[in-house]
């Protein structure tokens, strides 16, 4: 069983629906939940970050964080075409772990105008 | 957040020859990793570059194939050794502060292409 699974999509939404992109976990040990965009040709940019449970919002962006089921999604709202790229859930575990994250498949995601 | 840079931002290459890519971050940073990101997958950590010390590395990579230095706080490079084309990939360094060693900034990466 792998640390972490993400749903691989691709997945086609039209401008203005609401997004979800979800992981799940296999190790409760796992304190610390983050998502990262990586646009074509880019290095991937931290979007969210998140060590409880419950919801972080962001401006459309809203990561939530369910432990007892060890699974984490992150919505957008109102998408937009410059959503497009593909969105990688991480964990990580405590501090002693050295800082280690686990990255999931990524989800391509395409907003169409 | 830390910006990092890296060089070369692509390069091809010739079976068993070596590539070195550099890494360098606009300030001093605790923690410095290397990630392999192979077509259509997602990130595997290669290994932590320790400042002063051997880098550590994850299960299934050897200093051999991939030696790491990190003279300093700010810059690091990975080293592909002896090549083949299962190494095409792109390798990207990361930074992070002790502090948070969880919330990593990445830098564009390297596209190699071996052949």
């Known amino acids: 069983q792998k640390e972490v699974e993400q749903d691989p999509g691709p997945l086609s939404v039209p401008e203005g629906a609401i997004v979800s992109l979800n992981c799940t976990y296999s190790n409760s040990a796992f304190q610390y939940f983050m998502w990262y965009r990586q646009y074509s040709r880019k290095g991937p940019e931290l979007l969210m970050y998140?060590?409880?449970?419950g919801n972080k919002e962001d401006g459309r962006f809203t990561a939530q964080v369910d432990k007892s089921s060890k699974y984490i999604s992150l919505f957008i709202r109102d998408s937009q075409p410059s959503d497009s790229a593909t969105y990688l859930c991480?964990?990580?575990?405590?501090?002693?772990?050295?800082?280690?994250?686990?990255f999931g498949q990524g989800t391509e995601l395409s907003v169409k105008p | 957040s830390a910006v990092i840079s890296q060089k070369p931002s692509r390069d091809i290459c010739q079976r068993g020859t070596s590539l070195t890519i550099q890494c360098q971050v606009d300030?001093?940073?605790?923690?410095m990793f290397w990630y392999r990101q192979q077509p259509g997958q997602s990130l595997t950590l290669i290994a932590t570059?320790?400042?002063?010390?051997?880098?550590?590395?994850e299960s299934g990579f050897v200093i051999d194939k991939f030696p790491i230095s990190r003279p300093n706080l700010t810059f690091s490079t990975l080293t592909v050794s002896n090549m083949s084309p299962e190494d095409s990939s792109i390798y990207l360094c990361s930074s992070a502060d002790r502090a948070s060693t969880d919330t990593q900034y990445f830098g564009p990466g390297t596209r190699l292409t071996v052949l």
């Open positions: 570059a320790n400042q002063g010390s051997e880098a550590t590395y």
């Open positions: 998140t060590y409880s449970s």
């Open positions: 991480a964990i990580a575990g405590p501090y002693n772990q050295g800082g280690k994250l686990i």
């Open positions: 300030s001093q940073v605790t923690m």
